[in-house]
């Protein structure tokens, strides 16, 4: 139970009908049946993929041990048979010594590009001390927990990207060098370890049929499109939207992933000017209701796919 000051505020997501808003002080944390989380942990991703009884997949850690053991705390996860951490940056590594907190963790699984090096050797080093093990990410790889099941669509050395027209490729690499402006803890707009993010295609099982979500780390345009070329059929009712929400995103993915549901894990005062309103309009024109941790605090999806429901907590 959370304290009474808390405020939750629940929203029933369906395609068609009206939102429903309903607002409580006193209520149950999590609540019942919750699927998914992001976590409020500033600027940084951490999710959580409800397993079992007190049991859940996180998805990257956030930059501040103490915000991701406080998110999990509250989720009442006291055992993580995996972590996936999409890529290196600190805004999503940094928080695995607060995973780690008196919880059983099991294996940390991380993507294939050891960079920044730094961060590389912190999770090895970290995961070493806890007794975890470790694993790389390999694009086709099918893994499943419980009622969640998903397959690793990237990074995928394998994949050619779709071969723009001569000026829009022109267009692509003047564009590329504006954007490559230096991002000290969450990397840079075009880097190789954001698009070498790792991302899943997620698949629940639910009473009234499957619940779909992409996780999409902090990829960029590049690796978007090329991913969208090699995996068509990227449909999905929840979206995390990818890089905090930055400006920087190909339509097509939105267009395609078309969600009901778009989160983005985003701090509140950001220098980096996430999420960009450019972003929010391409989620918001693709059909999803939109979620941001920066102003909605934690966010939980509970429920069936059917009668998808959001809470919220600041």
């Known amino acids: 139970m959370i304290a009474a000051a808390a405020v939750l505020l629940l929203v029933l997501i369906s395609i ?19 699927i998914f989380a992001a976590c409020d942990v500033g600027q940084g991703d951490a999710l959580a993929l409800a397993v079992g009884p007190a049991e859940a997949v996180v998805v990257d850690t956030g930059p501040d041990p103490a915000k991701a053991d406080h998110c999990l705390t509250l989720l009442g996860i006291r055992k993580v048979p995996l972590v996936v951490l999409t890529h290196f940056h600190a805004d999503h590594i940094d928080g695995v010594p ?4 008196g919880r059983k963790v099991t294996e940390i699984e991380t993507t294939n590009d050891p960079d ?16 975890v093990s470790t694993s790389v990410a390999a694009a086709g790889e099918h893994r499943r927990f419980g009622p969640v099941s998903w397959d690793v669509l990237w990074p995928d050395p394998n994949a050619s990207p ?9 267009k692509s690499r003047r564009k590329g060098r504006r954007q490559a402006r230096a991002s ?40 978007q499109a090329t991913i969208l070329a090699a995996h068509p059929d990227l449909a999905a009712d ?13 339509p097509d993915l939105f267009a395609a992933v078309h969600p009901r549901v778009a989160v983005i894990s985003v701090g509140k005062g950001n220098t ?13 024109g693709a059909g999803a209701r939109v979620f941001r941790t920066d ?3 934690q966010v939980v999806l509970f429920g069936t796919a059917g009668r998808l429901r959001v809470a919220i907590r600041h």
């Open 16 to 34: 068609g009908v009206a939102v429903f808003v309903i607002r409580s002080r006193t209520p149950a944390w999590p609540p019942p049946n919750w």
């Open 98 to 101: 607060g995973v780690l907190k």
């Open 116 to 131: 920044p090096p730094k961060g590389a050797a912190e999770v090895a080093s970290w995961a070493t001390s806890a007794g």
């Open 162 to 170: 779709p071969t723009p027209p001569p000026e829009a490729s022109h």
């Open 184 to 223: 000290p803890r969450g990397g840079e707009e075009g880097s190789g370890p954001n698009n070498s993010s790792v991302v899943l295609q997620v698949t629940v099982a639910t009473r009234d049929g499957p619940l779909r979500l992409l996780l999409t780390g902090d990829v960029e345009p590049p690796s």
């Open 238 to 250: 929840v979206l995390k939207v990818p890089h905090h929400g930055s400006a920087h995103q190909d």
């Open 272 to 284: 980096y000017g996430h999420p960009s309103p450019r972003t929010i309009a391409l989620a918001s």
């Open 295 to 297: 102003e909605d605090g």
